[in-house]
């Protein structure tokens, strides 16, 4: 037997999971049956406004999520472009490295 419906699309659910299922997937706000408004009626303004609070409530949330999402990746992104940076100054720097070639290079063309 259905008990809840969602007061947005046609779902019907027998639990109350399926209905907060149905909620968290769409956005959707549902009701208890015996409190729904009859077939082909208006809803109230108290759903209405319901339903409204909940679609800014879901969007500003997906926009506080992207954000984050995005700050997170430029954070990454700047991370990533310091441990170059810091590698190449560790090449340059070593015994090994760069810094040495270039000394010998320097020394080669003093030569001729």
Not at 18 to 42: D, F, M, W, Y
Not at 45 to 58: D, E, F, S, Y
Request: net charge positive; with cysteine.
């Amino acid at each position: 037997m259905t008990a809840y419906v969602c007061t947005a699309c046609h779902f019907q659910a027998d639990g109350l999971e399926g209905l907060q299922r149905h909620s968290l997937e769409t956005g959707h706000v549902g009701i208890c049956k015996n409190e729904a408004p009859p077939a082909g009626g208006k809803l109230s303004k108290l759903t209405k406004r319901l339903v409204a609070a909940q679609g800014v409530t879901l969007t500003a949330l997906g926009a506080s999520i992207w954000a984050c999402t995005y700050l997170y990746a430029q954070r990454q992104v700047a991370e990533d472009k310091r441990r170059v940076a810091e590698d190449e100054i560790a090449y340059l720097k070593s015994p090994s490295g760069a810094g040495r070639n270039l000394k010998n290079q320097d020394k080669g063309r003093d030569k001729e």
